[in-house]
């Protein structure tokens, strides 16, 4: 089953709201195995909504609409649905009952608009929409399926969960696609591509391998559509076994989540506390550590040491060391970690410093350089690397290669 | 002028990967006055891209591309770009440069697949992408005009912002639009447009008033359309002057810019400085702070104190205090700012203590809430909200109290 998704609303277009409606219902289609052809945004605007619509049924069995439906007059979306099927307005006393329970429960009186809403195509099956005053609509015609819902995105969830995917499963949709992520950390696009390149090119038929980039972590994507579930969950399971086989060292999860969470399920499985010491990542490692619920259970807590004055008095960095190897230096590093470990009493530590730029790099450690170093019960490890000029990217890209490092000490345990 | 927006890649598609690109490129659009009539995501498939251009080149002047640049074998943008306006791909040794120098800094070798990545439709204007390895490329076919860029956002951004618009402005386009940039925090949209709402109904019939809300922050933009220049200044001066009379005390800004940026601006100016002690927030404040570039004038360091041991050790904070308000009370965040502030030695300090969630609410102290401390030479003032119940958007929520709790008393200075 082919599926597009449409939304309506002149404030997408104007760049006012970001419809991160269509790549939700994407992602749950997805899961149903309904593949998605095509996302449009298309104005307030009667004949490109039709125009939409004619293209739509054209070439996808399911058709997904949102927005427009609201309760003011540019919100042309259900006249113009009237004319595209055939059909006129009729008032439905379900859906009149349900703004007047809405209303009544927020104290609002019931005016003109409001009662307007009630009125739906004769022609259409009434989902029913218990978050707000616009029920989502479903249509079957020329063969394919219309859905339309409000483009209040907990309003087209809730339709999308409570009414629309049970209706879809109820129809017996199963298209027999299935995805495996791998993520992988440590090597450019470019460079992991080229070493795929044999594996991409041995894929049979029914697979297909697509590299997923974002700042630092690629998620390398096998999809697999045989007709057969069982052959395709097969086939998957071999290529990622052969996958495996060819970047072992690349691959920190099997399944889509962050270097954040594998740490954090690492560190609580076997009871052990890490704490920070962060010069040029100011608090970003604290931040990423800390954005996963629970993390109390296994990070202690940091140190921001922007200044040098912070590293040697709280952090106890010797001012000899600064001053013979530099604040940017794997020795400053060291003692940075070894530092936090002992103030926090936690069982590993990390530390990052730095030059994020845009300026401050010198020709030996140019903008982009940063040590980092690893503090165990054995001991500490450090280790440097350059990246770009850009100052945001620098931050993420130290933190990623700080939680790396932590990665492979805990998976080596 | 009007312009619509083809973005490329099955990841969109899939909802792997929300397209954030459109929104921002339309917004970027509109400030020049060019209307976006139209955004579509397609799969990376050549015979839907080149339908994708077709429909585009009838209806639009200029049409942005974005995405299915890589040097993967599933990006195939450039190949369909060149049978679509009918040239070959040749070699640009000012790409090949950029990308030896891009990778050399990085110290990773060129392989086969960053050479094809230097090579070019022969009929394309070159635009230099300094971020990354595949430039972007600007076609003049049918009278119109299209572009095509990485989607990485931050490459998409630069070409955009650097070259892209430059262009489209030595072009010739202006269409006399003006606007002016309010940065509000403090209200939610729904309650301040509520409270503009006089404003708005009086604006004249040249002015329009939109609403950009990213997280806590809200944008006025004011939009002039005269054909005088001049009058448009003027009349957006007035309406800007009539604003900042009605919500003074939410305007932070009257330029683009972040609450970390103004407070950054207004403590180098004062020759003032602040350090953080954040449990909750866990880092993320000291984030802020340190993604403006030069933070380091007035960013001595702080403490992630995540854990009661780390509050009381490092910040000096009281057990009795703990005991008998609990580690989620404003005296126990103003023992925060005071033990950050003595052992920084900074001019003022900022603390937050607080439940982030999803759990570890009570029912006193429901999930979503903070309290803040501000430390001074002076003394410390405390207060407390209460916000939702999703903990990334709490963590910034906090973020933002906290920063906003300095720059009112920066501003009071």
Redesign the interface.
Known sequence: MKAEIIAIGDE?????????N?????????ALGI?????????DKGE?ITGALDKAAERSDLILITGGLGPTSDDITKNTLCDFFGTTLVRSDEVMKNIESLLGRRRVTINEKNIGQAFVPASCRVLMNLMGTAPGMWFESRGRIFVSMPGVPYEMKHIMSERVIPLLKESGIDSGIM?RNIMTYGM????L??MLQPF?SELPDGI????????GII?L?LTARYPDKAFSEAELTRQVEKLKSLIPGLIYSEKEESLEEVIGNMLRSKSMTIS?A?SC???????M???I?G??DY?????????N??KE??LGVRRETIIRHGAVSTECAAEMSEGVRR???STISVATTGI????GGTLLK?V?TVCIALTTGHGTVTKSF????????N?RRFSLAALNMVRVHLKAL
Chains 1, 2 share one sequence.
């Open positions: 997408i277009l104007i760049g006012q709201t970001t419809d991160t269509s790549g939700w219902m994407a992602t749950e289609l997805n593949e998605v052809i095509s996302i449009s945004v298309v104005p490109r995805h450019p696009e470019a460079h591509a080229e991409e297909r391998l697509a590299y997923l980039p974002s700042s998620k994507r920070t962060e990542t100011g608090g970003n490692i604290g931040r550590i800390t954005s619920p993390s109390s990070f202690t807590g940091g140190v921001i040491a922007y200044s004055d912070i008095k709280i103030l926090t009493g994020a730029g845009p300026s140019p982009g350059v990246y770009g000029t850009d100052r945001i990217l931050i």
